[in-house]
Each structure stands twice: as C-alpha cells, then as structure tokens.
C-alpha cells in the first residue's frame, strides 16, 4: 500500500540511534534503485488513515531527502505494543546498543504498563538483564541520549565510558560528552580518553577536561614512537628468521631430535607472530544485543530480516582493556589501542631438515 508521510505516526524513531553513514549509502541506495522494501506500519485505532510506523524511518527520511512523499508500507494486523516486540525479535540485520533496547524497554514500561518479569518475558531474558538495560538509560543525562540519537555521539561510547562517568560525577560526564561530540570521537578514541580520566586524580581528571587538545596530541605523538618501536622489532625478528634459513641451507643433515626441536620453535614462532598480527587488526564492533532464553550471553537464532533498502551495516573499531598513565606524558595504551597498519603474518613454511633442501632464500 501507498501512504503519504502525513498519514504517519514516527514516534518510535526517538527510540533509534542515528548513524549519519549508513544514511547516506541508503541514500545513494534509494536515489539508484527506489524503494525496494516496505516499511512496517500498524493501524491507529480509532483514527481512520493513520498509521504507526515500526519499522523503515531511515527509509522515511532517505525518501523525503529526495523529495518523494509517499512511501510504499506493509500493514501489520495487530496491536502496536505486539508489533514492535515482533519487530524486534526479527531484527538481525542492523547492531543493535544496549542503550537503544533501553529505550525500547523503557518506552513499553511507561506506554503499555509492562513490569520487569514481564518484560524479561517478552523478550526471552533475565529480569536482571531488563533492570541493567533500564539503568543504563536512567544513569545518563537526557541531553546526552539525545546526542546519541542525533548520531553526535556513539551509543557505544556513551555505554562504554560515558555512562560509567555519569555514575561518579554528572558535571565531567557533560564536559567528557562535549568533548566527544566536538570531535566525533569514535570508540577507540574515546577509550582513551576515559582510561586516563580514571586512573587520574581529580585534578588530572580537570586538566584532561579543559585541555582535552594537549592530551590527544601527547597520545598521537607516543603511538608514532610505538609504531615505530614496533617495526623495528618486526625487521629485527624477519632478519633473525633469514640468517637460521641461511644456517640451515649450509649445515649438516640434521638428526630427528634435532628436526622436531626446529618444528617446535618454528610452531611457537608462528603462534606469537599471529597473536601480533591479531592485535593489529582492527577490531569489528560486536555489541549487537543476542537473543537467547534467560541468558545475558547467548547467541542469535538462526535466520535473519531481508536487508532490503540498506547498503550495509558500518563497522566500528571496539577498543580494548584500557590502561592508562599519565594523561600528559605516558601511555595510555594497552593491547591493540592507537590505529596502526596490518602486517601480514610471516610464512615460514616447511623448513627442510636435509641439507641441500632450503626452503625460499631471503
């Protein structure tokens, strides 16, 4: 069915994080292809030719964007509250924050009266993991979750680091949430803010909050000395592993105990260098919230939503344990934090343990 943008009630996209990337790929998407999969509406009772929309906002404002005013829309034949439980447990096209399931659960708690047993219910987990969900979304400032729904800051670093703040001091969530939506920070970034703001004392944590430039400088200037540091290291270990085949192309037939001490080393070898080589990868952000029975960790069901009009999910970088030090002059990395390059892990492969046998010369 046709409906005109004016027959639609939009009051469940307040409940949605807004990713200013994705928009713009279902942008481009709609503006090549149209329109290719409805939005979700459900009836208003009592009011003739209008609707509430549960699913299909992004593809709203895409449309109106490109100055369209109607959209193509399925209707569901059912209660509004139903609807969006069902659209929900269907969606595992798209990320989904804890803070947005906390509007969700939020929104049904006021709206529709549903207590937490009953929420745990509909949503096939724990009381525990509903009231967690309910904290988050009433630990933090009204100002900032808008922040979040606007796209200015992520939900996840709202949930990772802005959040935790909010617990012990609103006044520097305010100033760190500024802080992030100035500069767009991303997860990893922002981890490294919040890292050194919480080992810090309350005067480091002021300094970090008024000159947050000086700190981001500091930390650009140590992860070059790093990066460095780190490619040495990789060029030191790549020469050592070319003078041992050298060794070993030149050297007498070696013995069986001899080979399989050499495999061992050459198996450790690889181990290590493939943890490093993890470590530099960047990492894919994983807070999609799963769907399991009375469990906070459990694994999706199997089948998914058809994609339809989106152009694919972004990706951000999760950051790691944080550990930080001096927030002016000593780092406040630990493990994979700071963006470095891929390095591909070294092939050693099958080295022979016949003289006159090497295997590829340096």
């Known amino acids: 069915m046709q409906l005109e943008f004016h027959q639609l009630d939009r009051g469940w996209e307040r409940l949605r994080a807004r990713h200013p990337a994705r928009q713009r790929?279902?942008?481009?998407?709609?503006?090549?292809?149209?329109?290719?999969?409805?939005?979700v509406v459900v009836a208003v009772e009592g009011q003739p030719?209008?609707?509430?929309?549960?699913?299909?906002?992004k593809r709203i404002a895409a449309l109106e964007q490109l100055g369209r005013d109607t959209v193509e829309a399925i209707l569901w034949p059912m209660s509004e509250a139903a609807a969006v439980l069902l659209d929900r447990s269907l969606r595992f096209s798209e990320p989904e924050s804890a803070l947005e399931v906390g509007w969700l659960l939020a929104e049904l708690a006021h709206r529709f009266g549903y207590g937490l047993e009953e929420l745990a219910h509909r949503f096939d987990r724990s009381v525990n993991w509903v009231s967690r969900r309910l904290a988050l979304v009433e630990v933090l400032p009204e100002a900032i979750q808008e922040q979040v729904r606007q796209g200015q800051i992520p939900a996840q670093v709202a949930m990772k680091f802005l959040a935790p703040v909010a617990r012990q001091s609103l006044e520097d969530c305010q100033r760190m949430a500024a802080i992030f939506a100035q500069r767009r920070s991303q997860?990893?970034?922002?981890?490294?803010?919040?890292?050194?703001?919480?080992k810090g004392s309350r005067a480091v944590r002021k300094r970090l909050l008024e000159q947050p430039e000086l700190?981001?400088?500091?930390?650009?200037?140590?992860?070059?000395?790093?990066?460095a540091e780190l490619l040495r290291d990789l060029e030191m270990a790549a020469a050592i592993v070319n003078r041992a085949q050298r060794r070993l192309a030149g050297a007498a037939e070696l013995d069986a105990r001899q080979c399989e001490s050499a495999r061992r080393q050459i198996d450790r070898?690889?181990?290590?260098?493939?943890r490093i080589g993890e470590q530099l990868e960047p990492e894919q952000e994983t807070h999609v919230e799963p769907k399991s029975t009375h469990d906070d960790s459990g694994t999706g069901r199997p089948g998914s939503r058809q994609a339809g009009d989106c152009a694919g999910a972004e990706c951000e970088p999760i950051?790691?344990?944080p550990g930080a030090?001096?927030?002016f002059g000593g780092s406040a990395r630990a493990g994979s934090w700071g963006e470095s390059r891929t390095l591909p892990a070294a092939d050693f492969g099958s080295a022979a343990c016949v003289q006159g046998e090497p295997g590829p010369g340096p």
Not at 25 to 39: C, F, K, M, V
Not at 50 to 57: A, E, L, N, Q
Not at 215 to 227: C, G, M, N, W
Not at 269 to 274: N, V
């Open 25 to 39: 790929r279902l942008l481009a998407s709609l503006a090549e292809s149209g329109q290719q999969t409805p939005i």
């Open 49 to 57: 030719n209008r609707y509430v929309v549960i699913d299909g906002y």
């Open 187 to 198: 997860v990893r970034e922002a981890g490294l803010l919040y890292a050194a703001w919480r």
């Open 215 to 227: 700190f981001f400088k500091t930390q650009r200037q140590e992860s070059k000395l790093l990066d």
């Open 269 to 274: 070898i690889k181990r290590q260098l493939q």
């Open 319 to 321: 950051v790691g344990a």
């Open 325 to 327: 030090a001096s927030p």
